[in-house]
């Protein structure tokens, strides 16, 4: 499978505890983006890479979130001290850097804080 | 900013029949715009984009989407609804401010009947 991949699918977690996701996007795209989406509501932009930069962050994204790509590849998406209104499905995508170029979407990973 | 609205938060339709998803953006400059579809506890998957050209977009599945620049809509259609079209169907805009990351709408729940 080439597709977009994240890890885990599930996790449940207590509150105050930290969570780390990984995303494996496609190969050959340059571009990965963080997307949190919930119940009943679209997806909602996080923050993207192209290669290794980290090149914008919504206000959504708050100081106990942080995103990484440090070789151009791979990214990881860690919450510190979870709090319940983290609870979410989060969304990972890549993409070629042409503009027209549809983002292509991991099956996400649900996030439970309890 | 843009955004796009979806006036409906569910859409049923029999099997067979035509269906209409409706999507209404806002946009400054010429909109990029998108349709994905969204299965349970899946990620969202790609169907079709508008970028310039042809008022009528092809994409996959047999749907298609009208491009209206004077209504500022984007309405998706099938000529012919199948129960396995049932899923969460979302619009979204490019962004105007770089990247190609995507406004989405809130989504409407297509249930398609026997």
């Known amino acids: 499978d080439t597709g977009v991949s994240q890890d885990p699918r599930h996790k449940i977690t207590k509150r105050g505890q930290n969570v780390t996701f990984r995303c494996d996007p496609i190969?050959?795209?340059?571009?990965l983006y963080w997307y949190r989406q919930t119940l009943g509501q679209g997806p909602e932009f996080l923050t993207y890479?192209?290669?290794?930069?980290?090149?914008?962050k919504s206000r959504l994204l708050s100081d106990r979130f942080s995103a990484e790509r440090p070789k151009g590849s791979f990214s990881t998406l860690e919450i510190q001290r979870t709090e319940q209104g983290d609870s979410a499905m989060y969304l990972c995508a890549s993409s070629l850097p042409a503009s027209q170029s549809p983002l292509h979407f991991g099956n996400g990973t649900r996030l439970t804080v309890t | 900013a843009q955004s796009v609205a979806q006036p409906e938060d569910q859409v049923n339709v029999a099997e067979g029949n035509p269906l209409t998803v409706k999507c209404t953006y806002s946009?400054?400059?010429?909109?990029?715009l998108f349709w994905y579809v969204q299965y349970p506890n899946r990620g969202l998957q790609f169907l079709l984009k508008?970028?310039?050209?042809?008022?009528l977009v092809k994409g996959s599945y047999g749907f298609e989407a009208e491009f209206n620049k004077s209504q500022t809509s984007f309405h998706l259609k099938k000529p012919s609804a199948l129960v396995s079209d049932s899923a969460l169907y979302f619009c979204a805009v490019r962004d105007t401010g770089g990247g190609n990351k995507l406004t989405f709408g809130t989504g409407t729940q297509l249930k398609v009947e026997l």
């Open positions: 946009v400054s400059g010429n909109p990029y």
């Open positions: 190969s050959e795209h340059n571009r």
């Open positions: 508008y970028i310039t050209g042809d008022n």
């Open positions: 890479f192209q290669n290794e930069a980290q090149l914008e």
